[in-house]
């Protein structure tokens, strides 16, 4: 089984409206559901037929929503209850303005010594049936900077390979854990290196500890640089749709490629082919199952640069 | 007890953000009460140390954050348990660019025979000891367009009078049951009658069934329209703050009035001068109190037109 891990687990709410007037009160279609980047793989893997396992902190009536939703998503998933309430978030989209959308993320919980220690034998109890454990998003208030650094230890330990996804502080206190991926997107690696070089910049990770390296670059595909070398993969273009969720689409793939044992080129391949699948659709953790197998059989990896 | 009914009870979320940029992410801060017209003035009644019940629907978890406030603000209520959640409205306020205010108001449950049936069983409970009741705000989907109408008549068959605070058919399918107060703002009230004079508007309203009309004029104050005559109270101008919750004063004001026979100058100069001490506090159902003390001696009330 895959196991996923969200700590900042969110309810997100999308308000749809014609048209945001700022200083004018709107009535808006009202949907959400579960949401946190590691809900998001977890989705991505479950409609991929995977056997996957979502591990979410929830807090208090928001936390509720969170396991209800998950409960009619028919999702596998174990909740971490943690003393304070969940988190919402909030993004408007406007109909009329070519989907513009406007979002408020709540910042969320402070977690507790306690809250930590629970989350840390939940992981520990699932990594037993555990094949890739999946690290995704920002860290909760209340939890050291190298709290995945301690997860991913603890996987290592018993030989399970880690992705990470994550970026500043929590990604780099937690290269020296080893993990077996890191997927930042170019600008959080750019970030956290201080490099304006994909190359230069991944090496500065892996000399820190992570193993490889995938930079997600947007509509220009993924990037790897691993020990067996260096690749790109080039999906076809995708001329509009919400970009939301592609990045946690692709390390679903990347998971799955782990668990396998997949060849990188191929792996990477599947990366962005379900990466650009989920830009057609509208809700992250959803992708356009026809548009991912025709996708896959456009993909182009070879190992130029990117753009 | 002044007995205040809540229909369509909400969670008021405020999100405050420096500036709101639409098309990009914000990290508000964030603050919620209940809310709700009824709940304000409950609030409001509360503060003046005037004993209050304030009945309101609440679905599901959001109703369950809603009684949780209400029972930290140690305000005296009963619940009525609907079948689907309670909404949410979010304003979000910004500080650099003089408070703007932009509000997203769900649209709320949809109350099924059952909960309108346990609301009624409700009110006739509460109406056994009620001087006043108060009915304030928007019906819920579901709900007959004369619900407030059946209410009034139940309150009058036991001679318990009552104010109703509401627009469009949700106030003109109540007045045949004769309710002894209707509190409309001008804006509401030539909705209504399609008339633009306040005296022919109320007119319209009086002889279809209402006792008295009292019109809010915002900054201009109160025009009170009954059978002993007519009067204006002329607050003193507050230059500047928050309108949310001026009209529920004032209705909260007219409660007690109406619950210990006040003379219709003196009830109205007191409504005038508790809505205008309400706009100058940010949060709907406060006011501040020594500006209200001031405020009493300084409306006026006469029998002139307003403006």
């Known amino acids: 089984v895959i196991v996923t891990v969200t700590l900042n687990t969110a309810l997100d709410v999308t308000y749809t409206v014609p048209r945001m007037v700022p200083g004018t009160s709107h009535r808006p279609d009202v949907v959400w559901q579960a949401g946190g980047k590691g809900i998001n793989v977890a989705r991505t893997l479950h409609a991929l037929g995977r056997d996957v396992l979502a591990i979410c902190t929830t807090g208090s009536s928001v936390g509720r929503e969170i396991a ?34 406007t979002a408020f993320n ?43 650094g301690v997860l991913i230890a603890m996987a290592r330990e ?21 993990p077996s991926v890191v997927k930042p997107n170019a600008e959080e690696l750019f970030d956290v290196t201080g490099s304006r070089s994909l190359e230069s910049a991944s090496d500065v990770l892996r000399a820190a500890g992570a193993e490889a390296v995938v930079a997600s670059l947007g509509p220009l595909g ?5 020990t067996e070398g260096s690749w790109t993969a080039r999906p076809p273009v995708v001329s509009e749709g919400n970009p939301t969720g592609a990045g946690d689409a692709a390390v679903a793939a990347l998971a799955v490629g782990l668990a396998e044992g ?46």
């Open 106 to 148: 709540e910042p969320g919980p402070c977690l507790s010594g306690e809250d930590w220690a629970l989350v840390q034998e939940t992981v520990v109890r699932a990594l037993g049936s555990a094949t890739v454990l999946v690290l995704s998003g920002s860290l909760p208030r209340g939890l050291p900077s190298d709290a995945y």
């Open 68 to 101: 209800l939703d998950l409960s009619t998503a028919g999702l596998r998933f174990e909740r971490v209850p943690i003393r304070e309430a969940s988190r919402r978030t909030v993004t408007v989209v406007e109909t009329d303005s070519s989907a513009l959308a």
């Open 158 to 178: 018993r030989s399970v390979p880690v992705i990470l996804d994550a970026s500043g502080a929590a990604l780099t206190a937690a290269l020296a854990a080893g």
């Open 222 to 226: 993924l990037r790897a640089m691993t």
């Open 262 to 307: 997949t060849p990188w080129p191929e792996r990477l391949a599947d990366a962005a082919a379900l990466s650009a699948a989920t830009v057609l659709t509208p809700r992250a953790g959803e992708f356009d199952a026809a548009a991912y197998r025709r996708f896959a059989r456009q993909v182009i990896v070879d190992n130029g640069p990117p753009g």
